[in-house]
């Protein structure tokens, strides 16, 4: 109860102090009578404003020798730490040899003849060495190289960095750290030495750094995380999405470490903090959650030590680690944290210590002071003194114009400024900063007097003294910034920066006054120049556009009194407001992130002005980011991220002139930034490059998108060799650029494409195998360009050099030599020549090139058809030998058979069975050019790799019976053609389940077509056709014979001619199906079996039975031949269909007979044979209408009259005569023994023969052959 009377105690009396002092400082209230004059009033309150600004200042000074305190067991510099450690190896006692010979042919030389003085001297030599190493490591490699000690390249000092004791650690690790270029090369030789493959992340970290200290600035030591991300990533290229990720976990494995082991730390991080402050590292993605507590528990048990034998104790590393490197901002940047506002009662710990400092010493006296270390305790005082002092000031700052009086006012202002930026009191902060912002009048400039021009000075201060901590209230000090700016240039008559954006139409007096000098707007003060007019009505401190929107002119008096209040600003300088902008390059990790958001904000306040957007603070974000460029990466990716938003802001801003200036900053920094070199898996010059895309994506102005390949083009071409991952923004940009309505963007971004294809390719895959395919994307987006042929042809052939550069074996290097650099020996790892055929790495390059160029074949345009064809089977051929069989499988899956999707076999037909659809061919891409080049070129290829991709026949032949069974007559032509040759190509190749494969294909494919053909023959059964008063055998139906186009409705007549059409194109296709079945047998008779020759032997069968019932569809055809009469079109084959069926029927029965009688009489052809003329023989007589004599019950004879035929009978039995002489030869032909098993069936057919009238007097010459030499024998035998 003591305790805490005593701490209410110490707060009131600060309390009535300061409030005593303010009341002092106020004066008397109005209205009260005092008795002091008027001199000793002004005293009194100038006294009592100082008093409390040197109450406050002797808190800022206390804080500040507590904080100095509370730091002073940091390391003056990493020689300090290593001072003690210098001394004892420099006589060389402690230094040992190397634990390997640096030379072993001066050691094999040596060591036969040499002398134990010589080997003593060359052991004291290399110590001296070693020694002046650890004191100035520059000079200690150049002597060790100049005495040949060592090697002279980076791979060698590096393997003597890592392999040699008495070294000291801390120094290695500055040297490794140096940002000299050899130093650099022997950093990445070291770091590349280690294999990290299948080792986890933290003891891959543990394994590193246990050979050599971190050194104690912080980018040395980003350096050399950034090596060892981008080489762990390497080993393991599936960790992580990218060497970022490792980067930034590097740090926060570094940070834990030193959380978890040091002993200073009261709160240690648990595993849920660690969790949390890794969250979206991994390219926005979390890392799973089960691996970040494993390597957290690693951690946390087992302490990573910077060295294993350091003379300087662990422990006091550990414990300044962070706060030397000021890790714990950086750290704050990745996770996204800020540094928050503790309230009053936050610092409950605080309050319980002093409590018990108070209880301790209470009872000793009660005359004593209770000192307190913890600067903290500031807090509680100035939480109660805050508020009067900022009124003391602010009331003295507003009513006195005594100069010594605002000078304490502006003196307090800094002071506490100062207090409550250290402390982290943002409110407080925020308030002091902006009541001295508004002090400055800036935005009422004519109203300034030189208290306020003090003020100005206090805030440029302020910036340069408290940069570290001022947080948001950046904003209020870069607005007072660009104010003053603006201010000076009106003062001087320059132009404003309008002018530079937009050419300006003003009045002849504006432009006048624009161009004078400062003394000319003296003079022509009278002018009511908007820009001045604006000032000089002022307006708030929180309004963007001052003045703008105030009514009313101002007066000549009001100007000049503006005029002259601008010699006061003479005192400012332009070096002071650089002065700020270059001191960002000072400002720690959190702090510059701040500086830049602050200055964004600023920036686009200027830009959006509605009269007179400015550029200030636009110049200034350039300048700060080249300024700004050398902080680790971490933190230079925390200001880019707010910087590429602003630029993508701005860039997609409606004022054309504002994001055409925006953009080419964009372009000066980028410029800027790829002079800086990037390692392999990172991801950041990418990331650099990404506003160009956004704005490229969404920029409706072609100006901007214009401007925006210039850019890039011009980057491209004069930094190529450290683009990097910046290649896929670059691809991005220039597949947009490919897409545009504007002919010259185009032609733009090709013409760079062309550039880079031709002349920088090696460097397109230098660092990220992805940016090929972003390449390959490209080049394809400009195939599809509509404005120039030319264009979209070059581009293929772009993708045909890409193949062979790939197939060259360069890119496919890259992949092989990612992990396994040869530069330098890398111990347990053996090197292993992998051929690219049995290894997919370059899956990943060829894949995006095939596909590209399968999408373009069906490219509406036949010449780009055609080119991609050629190219991708070119492709294909030449380089296919590089394949695998199981690479061969993807490419066919994902390049080839997407080409013939619409002619797969696999293809649903059903959709083409109705009269609104269109045949294949037409409702494709593709022309009858294109369909025979794309199978021939499928034939080539699968001939070509046969034995690769024998696996595919399958699929290859079903996309050829997509082809023979498509109704139209060009795509079926085209299958057979294909299938003929593939079938001759390959012959004996082929294996009998090959063979039985694909006559199956062209069974089911045949018997396929007949549903839907048979559904769209069913149609004319709903059609009424016009009865003629003819009989329809007499018709002769070529003729008109009187029927007119009107007798047939136009709807009937159009579906009656559709139909025609697919009758027609049905009969072609069944007969191709009969002339491949008989070519393919002929050719490649010797290497069928009986089974296969069977499915032939159904294949024919079913097309000829198929035939016939198509030809007994005598009221269907009759309706057809009306139609075709009234359309006057052509008649459908129908005969001709049936008579060729069934002579390769025919013929191949008797070929199978006479040229294999054993699988003939397997097969039992014989009998098929005599069957098959029978059913000729009954066609024929069918067709004359003759009948075989039946016997009624009773056994009288019928009695039949045989009537002349008529025109279009004879003209049938004429295209059926051929037929029937060739079954009739057959028969002819046949044994004694084999006619006399048929004679019985057919006997009455040739009796029915004999009494019917021919067209042909050859038929009753071979029937008096039959009789003669067959039937007669028989009967007289």
Same mark, same amino acid.
């Given at each position: 109860m003591t305790v805490m009377w005593m701490l209410q105690t110490y707060m009131k009396d600060i309390c009535r102090i300061v409030n005593g002092l303010?009341?002092? &400082?106020?004066?008397?209230?109005?209205? *009260?009578?005092?008795?002091?004059?008027?001199?000793?009033?002004?005293?009194?309150?100038?006294?009592?404003?100082?008093? $409390?600004?040197?109450?406050?200042?002797?808190?800022?000074?206390?804080?500040?020798?507590?904080?100095?305190?509370?730091? =002073? #067991?940091?390391?003056?510099?990493?020689?300090?730490?290593? *001072?003690?450690?210098?001394?004892?190896?420099? +006589?060389?006692?402690?230094?040992?040899?190397?634990?390997?010979?640096?030379?072993?042919?001066?050691?094999?030389?040596? *060591?036969?003849?040499?002398?134990?003085?010589?080997?003593?001297?060359?052991k004291i030599e290399l110590q001296k060495g070693i020694s002046i190493f650890n004191r100035k490591p520059s000079k200690g490699i150049e002597f060790l190289i100049n005495a040949k000690k060592v090697g002279g390249s980076p791979e060698e000092v590096a393997a003597f960095l890592k392999n040699t004791t008495g070294l000291n650690e801390t120094v290695i690790g500055d040297y490794l750290g140096e940002r000299d270029e050899f130093c650099l090369r022997v950093m990445h030789a070291y770091v590349d030495s280690f294999n990290f493959k299948a080792m986890d992340f933290g003891e891959a970290i543990r394994f590193f750094l246990r050979g050599f200290r971190l050194p104690g600035e912080a980018q040395k030591i980003d350096r050399i995380m950034e090596k060892f991300? !981008?080489?762990?990533?390497?080993?393991?290229?599936?960790?992580?999405? =990218?060497?970022?990720?490792? #980067?930034?976990?590097?740090?926060?494995?570094?940070?834990?470490n030193t959380d978890a082991h040091n002993s200073m730390v009261k709160d240690k991080m648990s595993k849920a903090d660690f969790i949390r402050n890794n969250r979206g590292i991994d390219d926005g993605k979390d890392l799973p959650e089960e691996y970040l507590g494993a390597l957290y528990d690693h951690i946390v048990k087992n302490e990573i030590k910077m060295s294993a034998n350091s003379s300087t104790p662990q422990s006091k590393q550990s414990n300044s680690l962070n706060k030397l490197l000021g890790l714990d901002g950086i750290l704050n940047l990745v996770t996204g944290k800020q540094t928050e506002e503790k309230a009053l009662g936050a610092n409950g710990l605080l309050i319980r210590h002093i409590q018990e400092q108070f209880k301790a010493k209470s009872g000793k006296s009660e005359s004593i002071y209770h000192v307190v270390t913890d600067a903290a305790i500031l807090r509680f005082m100035v939480e109660v003194c805050w508020g009067p002092m900022l009124a003391a000031f602010s009331v003295t700052l507003d009513q006195s114009d005594d100069r010594l009086a605002t000078s304490q006012c502006l003196q307090g202002f800094r002071y506490a400024v100062h207090v409550t930026a250290v402390m982290g009191m943002q409110t407080q902060r925020d308030a002091f900063v902006t009541s001295v912002a508004k002090f400055t009048y800036l935005h009422c400039a004519a109203d300034m007097k030189q208290r306020n021009v003090d003020a100005v000075k206090a805030i440029i201060s302020i910036a340069i003294e408290d940069g570290n901590n001022l947080q948001d209230a950046w904003e209020h000090i870069l607005t007072c910034l660009s104010r003053i700016e603006h201010l000076q240039l009106l003062g001087e008559g320059a132009p404003p920066d309008a002018s530079y954006l937009t050419s300006s139409n003003g009045e002849t007096e504006e432009k006048a006054l624009k161009s004078m000098g400062y003394p000319s707007l003296k003079i022509k003060g009278t002018l009511q120049n908007p820009a001045v007019m604006a000032i000089v009505r002022g307006g708030s401190y929180d309004s963007t556009a001052v003045g703008v929107n105030?009514?009313?002119?101002?007066?000549?008096?009001?100007?000049? +009194?503006?005029?002259?209040?601008?010699?006061?600003?003479?005192?400012?300088?332009?070096?002071?407001?650089?002065?700020?902008? &270059?001191?960002?390059? %000072?400002? +720690? *990790?959190? &702090?510059?992130? &701040?500086?830049?958001?602050?200055?964004?904000?600023?920036?686009?306040? !200027?830009?959006?002005?509605?009269?007179?957007?400015?550029?200030?603070?636009?110049?200034?974000?350039?300048?700060?980011?080249? #300024? @700004?460029?050398?902080?680790?990466?971490?933190?230079?990716?925390?200001?880019?991220?707010?910087?590429?938003?602003?630029?993508?802001?701005?860039? $997609?801003?409606?004022?054309?002139?504002?994001?055409?200036?925006v953009m080419d900053s964009l372009r000066q920094l980028a410029m800027k930034f790829l002079e800086r070199e990037e390692l392999a898996n990172y991801n950041f010059q990418n990331e650099f490059l990404r506003p160009f895309v956004i704005v490229m994506q969404k920029s409706n102005s072609t100006e901007i998108r214009e401007l925006i390949v210039r850019c890039i083009s011009q980057m491209v071409l004069s930094r190529v060799s450290n683009v990097k991952s910046g290649w896929k923004s670059v691809f991005m940009v220039f597949?947009?650029?490919?897409?545009?309505? %504007?002919?010259?963007?185009?032609?733009?971004?090709?013409?760079t494409m062309e550039k880079i294809v031709r002349e920088y390719f090696p460097y397109i895959t230098e660092t990220e195998t992805t940016t090929f395919t972003d390449c390959v994307r490209c080049l394809t987006t400009f195939t599809n360009s509509r404005f120039n042929s030319d264009v979209s042809l070059n581009a293929?052939?772009? $993708?045909?050099?890409?193949?062979?550069? $790939?197939?060259?074996?360069?890119?496919?290097?890259?992949?092989?030599?990612?992990?396994?650099?040869?530069?330098?020996?890398?111990v347990d790892e053996v090197a292993s020549d992998v051929n690219p055929s049995d290894k997919d790495d370059h899956v990943s390059f060829w894949i995006p090139l095939l596909t590209g160029l399968s999408k373009l074949t069906s490219d509406p345009r036949s010449a780009? %058809?055609?080119?991609?064809l050629e190219v991708l089977f070119n492709i294909l051929n030449d380089h296919g030998h590089l394949f695998s069989h199981s690479f061969w499988t993807t490419v066919f899956n994902s390049a080839i058979f997407p080409i013939y999707n619409s002619f797969s076999d696999r293809k649903d037909v059903k959709d083409q069975d109705s009269p609104t659809s269109a045949p294949l061919s037409e409702g494709s891409a593709w022309d009858s050019e294109t369909s025979p080049i794309a199978v021939q070129c499928l034939v080539d290829l699968f001939v070509n790799f046969f034995n690769m991709i024998r696996s595919q026949l399958p699929s290859v032949v079903s996309i050829l019976m997509g082809f023979i069974r498509s109704p139209a007559k060009g795509p079926a032509s085209t299958g057979v053609a294909a299938l003929l040759r593939l079938a001759g190509e390959l012959g004996g190749r082929i294996s009998e389940d090959e063979y039985r494969e694909i006559f199956l294909s062209l069974k089911e494919a045949a018997a396929s077509l007949l549903p839907g053909f048979m559904k769209v023959l069913r149609i004319m059964d709903e059609i009424e056709m016009p009865e003629s008063s003819h009989p329809f055998a007499d018709v002769d139906v070529s003729s008109d014979h009187g029927f007119r186009n009107d007798d047939l409705e136009d709807g009937n007549l159009q579906t009656a001619a559709y139909v025609v059409s697919r009758v027609k194109g049905h009969i072609a296709v069944q007969l191709l199906i009969v002339q491949v079945v008989s070519d393919i047998y002929k050719a490649n008779q010797r290497f069928l079996s009986a089974a296969n020759v069977r499915i032939l032997i159904d294949i024919f069968s079913s097309i000829a039975s198929h035939a016939h019932q198509l030809n007994s569809e005598t009221d269907v055809l009759k309706k057809l031949l009306k139609a075709c009469s009234i359309a006057e079109i052509s008649d459908p084959p129908m005969v001709h269909f049936e008579n060729e069926s069934y002579k390769n029927y025919l013929d191949f029965l008797r070929d199978l007979l006479d040229d294999n009688p054993s699988m003939s009489e397997a097969l039992n052809v014989e009998a098929q044979l005599a069957a098959v003329c029978e059913k000729i023989l009954q066609i024929y007589l069918n067709c004359t209408g003759s009948r075989t004599v039946q016997?009624?019950?009773? @056994?009288?004879?019928?009695?039949?009259?045989?009537?002349?035929?008529?025109?279009?009978?004879? !003209?049938e039995l004429a295209e059926r005569t051929t037929l029937l002489l060739s079954a009739l030869r057959v028969l002819s032909g046949l044994e004694r023994d084999s006619f006399r098993g048929h004679a019985r069936q057919l006997f009455p057919l040739f009796v029915d023969l004999v009494r019917c009238e021919h067209s042909s007097g050859e038929v009753q010459r071979i029937l008096s052959n039959i009789f003669r030499s067959c039937i007669g024998p028989i009967i007289m035998g």
């Open positions: 303010l009341k002092t &400082a106020l004066g008397p209230p109005p209205g *009260s009578t005092t008795t002091l004059s008027p001199v000793q009033d002004i005293t009194f309150r100038h006294e009592s404003v100082k008093c $409390l600004a040197s109450i406050i200042k002797s808190m800022g000074a206390w804080m500040d020798q507590q904080l100095r305190i509370g730091d =002073s #067991y940091l390391p003056k510099s990493s020689e300090s730490s290593t *001072s003690t450690e210098n001394h004892s190896t420099l +006589n060389g006692e402690d230094a040992t040899a190397p634990e390997y010979d640096l030379h072993p042919e001066v050691n094999s030389e040596t *060591s036969d003849a040499a002398t134990l003085e010589q080997r003593r001297a060359y991300a !981008e080489r762990y990533c390497k080993c393991n290229p599936n960790s992580f999405t =990218s060497a970022d990720t490792a #980067y930034v976990l590097a740090y926060s494995v570094i940070m834990l105030s009514p009313g002119l101002v007066t000549p008096d009001q100007i000049n +009194n503006f005029i002259s209040n601008l010699n006061l600003l003479d005192q400012i300088g332009n070096f002071e407001l650089n002065h700020v902008f &270059a001191n960002s390059q %000072r400002l +720690n *990790s959190e &702090a510059i992130v &701040a500086f830049v958001k602050a200055l964004c904000k600023v920036s686009i306040s !200027e830009l959006q002005s509605p009269t007179d957007p400015r550029v200030f603070s636009l110049t200034k974000i350039v300048e700060i980011a080249h #300024y @700004n460029m050398n902080h680790i990466r971490l933190v230079w990716s925390r200001i880019w991220n707010v910087l590429s938003g602003f630029f993508v802001s701005v860039g $997609l801003s409606e004022n054309l002139s504002v994001a055409i200036f597949t947009v650029a490919a897409a545009d309505e %504007r002919k010259n963007v185009v032609l733009l971004a090709f013409e293929i052939a772009f $993708l045909r050099f890409c193949a062979l550069k $790939l197939a060259d074996g360069g890119l496919i290097c890259n992949v092989k030599s990612s992990v396994d650099d040869p530069s330098i020996p890398i780009i %058809r055609k080119s991609a016997q009624n019950p009773a @056994n009288k004879p019928v009695m039949h009259w045989i009537l002349p035929s008529g025109s279009a009978k004879k !003209e």
